[in-house]
């Protein structure tokens, strides 16, 4: 079972670059996060889904897309790469109720 | 306004022993929950625990237990029997509802425990 799955690992973009984070889970949860970490602070939510075909904004979408066109899928774009978005970016998922989120490895992510 | 509070940005323990956690938060919901996370220097973040606003009984899951005081808006989290295998760093994070059935995870700044052999 693996879970929650986020590629790439790395990523270096020049400024103006885009690009697609990729998530993935095998859980079949209908509720997926997207957060980012910036160093030695905690996560701050970006974008959420409640399900397939719904998404909302979180606190901090600025410079960011989402989609959500199946259950397992749940893609970050940016457009246009700025050094504000050099971060650490998570991916999670849960099932329902009170459960706890389930979280992807990350990608960490250099505007430069 | 900052919702969840960690006061305490680096601790020392000794391996075996205890060290507690601080979290304070606010919040109006009558209806919450705190989650703890621990993240190691590899980077994950893996679920500890959790508490819900209504459960009586303060939670627990092996050597991790969360000290719960409502009225003082604190969750503080216990780690028993250190081991160096605890230095990571730890969130404490709040429950607050987005819509019917879902929830959105608001995080302190995090606390780093070093665990001393």
């Known amino acids: 079972n693996a879970g929650v799955t986020q590629t790439p690992k790395f990523r270096i973009l020049k400024i103006g670059q885009s690009m697609t984070l990729q998530c993935t889970q095998d859980?079949?949860?209908?509720?997926m996060y997207w957060y980012r970490q910036d160093p030695g602070m905690g996560l701050k939510l970006i974008y959420y889904?409640?399900?397939?075909?719904?998404?909302d904004k979180g606190e901090v979408p600025n410079g960011y897309n989402v989609s959500r066109s199946t259950t397992e899928d749940f893609p970050l774009r940016l457009e246009l790469a700025a050094p504000s978005q050099t971060s650490v970016y998570f991916c999670?998922?849960?099932?329902?109720?009170?459960?706890?989120?389930?979280f992807g490895n990350g990608t960490r992510l250099t505007v430069t | 306004a900052q919702k969840i509070t960690q006061t305490q940005p680096g601790m020392f323990v000794q391996e075996k022993e205890a060290v507690t956690l601080d979290c304070t938060y606010d919040?109006?919901?009558?209806?919450?929950?705190l989650f703890w996370y621990k993240q190691p220097s590899s980077g994950e973040m893996i679920f500890l625990i959790y508490?819900?606003?209504?459960?009586?009984q303060n939670a627990t899951e092996g050597r991790y237990s969360l000290n719960f005081q409502k009225a003082r808006k604190s969750a503080n989290l216990v780690i028993s029997a250190s081991q160096l295998g605890d230095s990571a760093m730890y969130f404490c994070?709040?429950?607050?509802?987005?819509?019917?059935?879902?929830?959105?995870?608001?995080f302190g700044a995090g606390t780093t425990v070093t665990v001393r052999a």
């Open positions: 999670a998922s849960r099932v329902h109720g009170d459960s706890p989120l389930h």
């Open positions: 859980m079949n949860h209908n509720y």
């Open positions: 889904s409640v399900g397939a075909g719904i998404t």
């Open positions: 919040t109006s919901d009558p209806s919450y929950g």
């Open positions: 508490q819900g606003s209504y459960d009586q």
């Open positions: 994070a709040m429950r607050e509802a987005l819509r019917s059935n879902d929830y959105k995870l608001s």
